[in-house]
């Protein structure tokens, strides 16, 4: 099998910006794809919604996991492309549409990951997938 050289997640349109415009520089979502991912690896945006494709990239400096959302806000401040607000409202309509994943009487809690950026920068131009890119993200292989 091809090498894993990063991933691509979709990220709705309306959100693209605060990579390209506004600076900030980690990405955070539910924790998928990523046992493979390591630093130096690429990150590519895959715009959703509208226009959709790949709108640009960035090179994975760190990447932290943690099951509270709103600890990344600790750690890495305003530079988080989401609002604190942003988070809070995706965990509550999470818990809304889970699942009946039972362990021991408890629902089981899903870990967050976020990824720090360095050399972010857009394409210039959409540039159209050879392959679907699903809600979870998917590895990019040489």
Do not use: C
Request: charged share 30%.
């Amino acid at each position: 099998m091809s090498e894993i050289t990063g991933v691509t997640f979709p990220v709705p349109k309306k959100y693209i910006p605060r990579f390209f415009k506004d600076g900030k520089t980690v990405f955070i979502k539910p924790a998928t794809v990523f046992k493979e991912l390591r630093s130096g690896m690429k990150l590519v945006f895959y715009q959703s919604h509208e226009d959709t494709g790949y709108i640009g990239e960035a090179t994975i400096k760190r990447i932290v996991i943690n099951d509270d959302p709103l600890a990344f806000f600790e750690t890495f401040g305003d530079v988080v492309f989401l609002t604190r607000e942003e988070v809070e409202a995706y965990v509550q309509n999470q818990k809304r549409w889970q699942g009946v994943r039972v362990r021991k009487g408890e629902a089981k809690k899903r870990a967050w990951m976020a990824l720090e950026l360095e050399d972010i920068r857009p394409y210039g131009k959409v540039r159209k997938p050879e392959q679907f890119v699903p809600v979870g993200g998917r590895y990019l292989r040489e």
